[in-house]
T-cell receptor, first 114, second 114 residues
């Protein structure tokens, strides 16, 4: 059982380039979300989805785009990368009810924008 | 809106001693859940323990227990018999209403010494 799979694990981009961070889950979870982690700031929510075709903005959505065409996949697109987007990105998925083990994180993507 | 506050940027504890990591929260939603995650230097988010707002008893998971004081809006993590492998960053988080998104604190870095 793979859980939540994020690719790539590491990426270096030049300012202005675009790219897509991939996230896939095999647990048939309805909810998926993207977070970024910066030093001293914990994890902050970028975008989230409560089901296929439904997405919404989180705390820090600017510069990012998402779509959810299937239950399994929730890609995060950087439209024009900026140095301020240098961060570690985590994808997560969960079932509809609040529970501890029901919330699963991917292993993260470390992105550097130069 | 939800808010999580972790006031201890760093903590030291001797091996085999117990340590308490503080977490206070704020929400107007009557249904919520509180999570603790461990993030070792390798970067992954490891789920430790969960407490639901309607749970009558404090949650326990092995050496981890959650001291839940609802009236004070606190959800402190207690680690008993600390081990060197407990050295890591610890995050408190909250989900309210649904599991679609979590709000994180800024974390506490725990260092276990001999």
């Amino acid at each position: 059982n793979a859980g939540v799979t994020q690719t790539p694990k590491f990426q270096v981009l030049k300012t202005g380039q675009s790219m897509t961070l991939q996230c896939a889950q095999d647990m048939n979870h309805e909810y998926m979300s993207w977070y970024r982690q910066d030093p001293g700031m914990g994890l902050r929510l970028i975008h989230y989805s409560v089901g296929a075709g439904i997405t919404d903005q989180g705390e820090v959505p600017n510069g990012y785009n998402v779509s959810r065409s299937t239950t399994e996949d929730f890609p995060l697109r950087l439209l024009s990368a900026a140095p301020s987007q240098t961060s570690v990105y985590f994808c997560a998925s969960s079932g509809t009810g609040l529970s501890g083990y029901g919330y699963t994180f991917g292993s993260g993507t470390r992105l550097t924008v130069v | 809106a939800q808010k999580i506050t972790q006031t201890q940027p760093g903590m030291f504890v001797q091996e085999k001693e117990a340590v308490t990591l503080d977490c206070t929260y704020d929400t107007s939603d009557p249904s919520y859940g509180l999570f603790w995650y461990k993030q070792p230097s390798s970067g992954e988010m490891i789920f430790l323990i969960y407490q639901g707002s309607y749970d009558q008893q404090n949650a326990t998971e092995g050496r981890y227990s959650l001291n839940f004081q609802k009236a004070r809006k606190s959800a402190n993590l207690v680690i008993s018999a600390s081990q060197l492998g407990d050295s890591a960053m610890y995050f408190c988080a909250m989900g309210a209403g649904t599991a679609s998104k979590l709000t994180f604190g800024t974390g506490t870095r725990l260092q276990v010494t001999l």
